[in-house]
């Protein structure tokens, strides 16, 4: 199993961006997939998770309202579309893929110790 992200970059504030993870090695559909962000001196935090049938969505406090997770199962990747970007968003965008149906909940309140594997990152950089 391989995870990539893809897609950061640097914007503004107010600014909107997607990252992508694109997946590889197994039946992705079957997988529940996480995004976490690591700032620097900064602890890993749950960002947004999506159910394996992709009916369950769940999100952090902090990005809910602006962001949206979504996948294609028939492109074995999830999106992240990040909307409103301030500076607080700057971090390194990571996800993450749990094979044994974990819930977007379950996911969020674990922080991703349920995750089976997990990708390099993507550096989203917001400037204000």
């Known amino acids: 199993v391989q995870l990539q992200a893809s897609g950061g970059g640097l914007v503004q504030a107010g600014d909107s961006l997607r990252v992508s993870c694109a997946a590889s090695?197994?039946?992705?559909?079957?997988?529940?997939v996480g995004w976490f962000r690591q700032a620097p001196g900064k602890e890993r935090e749950f960002v947004a998770a999506?159910?394996?049938?992709?009916?369950?969505?769940y999100y952090a406090n902090s990005v809910k309202g602006r962001f949206t997770i979504s996948r294609d199962n028939a492109k074995n990747t999830v999106y992240l579309q990040m909307d409103s970007l301030n500076p607080g968003d700057t971090a390194l965008y990571s996800c993450?893929?749990?094979?044994?149906?974990?819930?977007?909940?379950?996911?969020?309140?674990?922080?991703?110790?349920?995750?089976?594997?997990w990708g390099k990152g993507t550096q989203v950089t917001v400037s204000s």
């Open positions: 999506i159910s394996w049938r992709g009916g369950g969505t």
């Open positions: 090695g197994g039946t992705f559909s079957n997988w529940s």
């Open positions: 993450a893929a749990d094979l044994h149906k974990a819930t977007p909940l379950a996911i969020a309140r674990t922080n991703g110790a349920v995750m089976d594997y």
